[in-house]
């Protein structure tokens, strides 16, 4: 971002320590919103992947063998990828958060952060984040 884009009081908010717990409070709103859509995922298309592949999971308790598991999944193409789409979401939302707990928080996104609690302050409580920011 340019610095023509900063609000001009940028570097003195990033002193405060109410505008630093507002940010790590959107911080822990967004782990929690992502946390929120790969559950999400996984109670409907997930389910229903599952639901779909109950024919493959007879056969597999059978046969255990990877043909039969390749065969159960191109044969049932939707619900593979579904079962794909949750479980990469799930594991993105995994690698995200691990990084950000065992490194911390990139400078790009706590930047991106702190400008997003700039526009929600500005906006002032007819922001729908207001609320959860500012509490």
Avoid at 10 to 16: G, I, Q, R, T, V
Avoid at 22 to 27: C, G, I, K, S, T
Avoid at 97 to 113: A, C, D, M, T, Y
Wanted: proline share 4%.
């Amino acid at each position: 971002m340019n610095q023509s884009d900063q609000p001009a009081n940028f570097e003195y908010s990033e002193l405060d320590p109410s505008f630093q717990a507002a940010v790590e409070r959107l911080h822990k709103l967004t782990v929690w919103a992502r946390w929120l859509v790969a559950g999400g995922l996984w109670v409907t298309i997930g389910l229903l992947s599952l639901w779909d592949l109950r024919s493959t999971f007879t056969l597999l308790r059978q046969y255990f063998t990877w043909a039969a598991l390749r065969h159960g999944l191109a044969y049932h193409f939707l619900a593979a990828i579904g079962l794909g789409l949750c479980i990469g979401v799930t594991v993105a939302t995994l690698v995200w958060q691990s990084r950000n707990i065992l490194f911390g928080l990139p400078l790009p996104e706590r930047n991106q952060l702190a400008q997003q609690v700039l526009k929600v302050h500005q906006q002032g409580k007819s922001h729908p984040l207001w609320r959860w920011i500012y509490p």
